[in-house]
Structures are given as C-alpha cells and as structure tokens.
C-alpha cells in the first residue's frame, strides 16, 4: 500500500454490491467504509436537523442536497480513522459533489486511487435491493435469495437474531433511485475516466467473483 492515505470510490446504482463489497474490501486491506448513505440513515435515526430534511428525500428515492451530503462527509472525513484510507461507497453521486471531493483532498495532499464503476443491468437490481436485509446488530448484509445466513434466522458475523429492511427498499423506490442514479451520477463515470482512474468491472457475477476483480485492482491502485 501507499503511504498516503487510499482512496477509492465505488460508483454504480442501487443493488450493484457497493456496500457489499465495500464491507469485504475494509476486512481485506483495512480500509474504512464510509457510506454516505448510512451516514444520512443514523441522522435520520438520531433525529439530527440534517436527518430530518433528508428523510422524506430518501423515501421518495431522489437525492439528498449537496449540501446537507457535503457537510456529514466533511465531518467523518475529519475523524481520525479515515487515516488509514477510504472507500467511498455511494459518494459522490453529483457532480457537485465529485468537485468538492476533488477540493477536499487536495486540502489534505490526497489524490483518488481509483474509481471503479460496478455495471450492472437496471432489471436485476429491482430483485438485489427488493431482497436485502441486513443484521440489526452488526449490519452484516443478506439477501432472501443471494446470501442467506449459514443457520436461518441468525447472523454469520455476531449470532444476533435480529434483522431489519430498508424503508426505500421497495420495487417503486427503486426505480426512482435508479432514474436519479442515471441522471445524476452516471455521467461521474466519464468524469474519472478524463481523469485516468476509471476502472470498470462486471458485477453481474456472482459476489465472490466480483469481489476477486475488485481486489486485483485495489493491489494495483495502492502499491
Ligand atoms: P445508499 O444507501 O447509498 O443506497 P444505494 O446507492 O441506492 O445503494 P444500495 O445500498 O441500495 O446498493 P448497494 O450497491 O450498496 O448494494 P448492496 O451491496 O447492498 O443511498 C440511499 C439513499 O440515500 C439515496 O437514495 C439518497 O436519497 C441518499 N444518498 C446517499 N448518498 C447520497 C449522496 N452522496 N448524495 C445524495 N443523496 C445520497 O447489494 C444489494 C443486495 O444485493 C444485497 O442484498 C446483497 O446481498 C446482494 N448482492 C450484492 N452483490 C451481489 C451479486 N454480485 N450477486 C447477487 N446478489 C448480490
């Protein structure tokens, strides 16, 4: 690895194995998974001011403000952890907030390792997020149908017996995040590919495949 800190960015839509593989790839090379969308779901959770603006925003599937994204970012940006260096996982999604990136690790004599746009097919996407669930306790990620816990009914990380369900998980949110994702995020890809850190990868594969791919470029971004 480098000895400034890593960064890499995880782009793709709703259901492409972000978070997934973003939580494997913190285990394998230590890195910190910092996800834009679980920073805005524990604000929504404490009641925070950010948290209540964002809430109606999320169930109806749009985007957050730039603004309101920015600020939680900068904050856990700021933490001591995120030394180590980051994966940002559903971060930056506008191009907005691809220039503040840009802005912000200059600031810190950082530069992005690689970004690695996850392609998959829209269709499959509905049945990925309609069927996740994930670990009340540690937030370990299951689908109904793609990754079942070993023994039903309990987690493989920490024994909980309790899970919980997005509130936008559903088919018609889906579609809606899916149509912000090609709106606004997608044209991200061709910003990092001007910029010579665009890597792409198949993730239709299955989990294990996807994440082999993931981690021969993650060796070659951070040597
Ligand atoms: P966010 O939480 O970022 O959600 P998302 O981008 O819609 O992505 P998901 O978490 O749904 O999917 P994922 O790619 O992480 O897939 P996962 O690995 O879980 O954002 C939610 C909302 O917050 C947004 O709509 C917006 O309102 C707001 N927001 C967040 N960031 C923002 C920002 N920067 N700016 C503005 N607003 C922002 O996988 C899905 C399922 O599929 C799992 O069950 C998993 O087990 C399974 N799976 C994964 N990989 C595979 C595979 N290869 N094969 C089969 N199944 C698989």
Not at 97 to 115: F, H, P, R
Request: hydrophobic share 45%; aromatic share 4%.
């Amino acid at each position: 690895m480098t000895t400034t800190p890593a960064v890499l960015i995880l782009l793709g839509p709703p259901g492409a194995g972000k978070g997934t593989q973003a939580r494997m790839l913190e285990e394998k090379f230590g890195l910190v998974q910092l996800s834009t969308g679980d920073l805005l779901r524990a604000a929504v959770a404490a009641g925070t001011e950010a948290g209540k603006k964002a809430k109606a925003v999320m169930e109806a599937g749009a985007l957050v403000s730039d603004d309101i994204v920015l600020a939680i970012l900068r904050d856990r940006m700021a933490e001591p952890d995120v030394a180590k260096g980051v994966i940002l996982d559903g971060f930056p999604r506008t191009a907005a907030q691809a220039s503040a990136l840009d802005s912000l690790l200059a600031e810190s004599g950082q530069k992005i390792n690689a970004a690695i746009s996850l392609e998959v097919e829209d269709d499959a996407m509905v049945e990925r997020v309609s069927g996740r669930y994930t670990c009340a306790e540690c937030g370990e990620g299951y689908h109904d149908t793609f990754k079942v816990p070993e023994k039903a009914g309990v987690c493989d990380k920490c024994g909980s017996t309790e899970f919980k369900r997005r509130a936008d998980d559903n088919a018609e949110t889906v579609r809606s995040r899916l149509e912000a994702y090609h709106a606004q995020t997608a044209p991200l890809i061709d910003y990092y590919a001007a910029k010579g850190v665009l890597k792409r990868i198949d993730a239709m594969g299955e989990i294990e495949a996807v994440a082999a791919a993931l981690d021969s470029i993650v060796k070659a971004s951070t040597a």
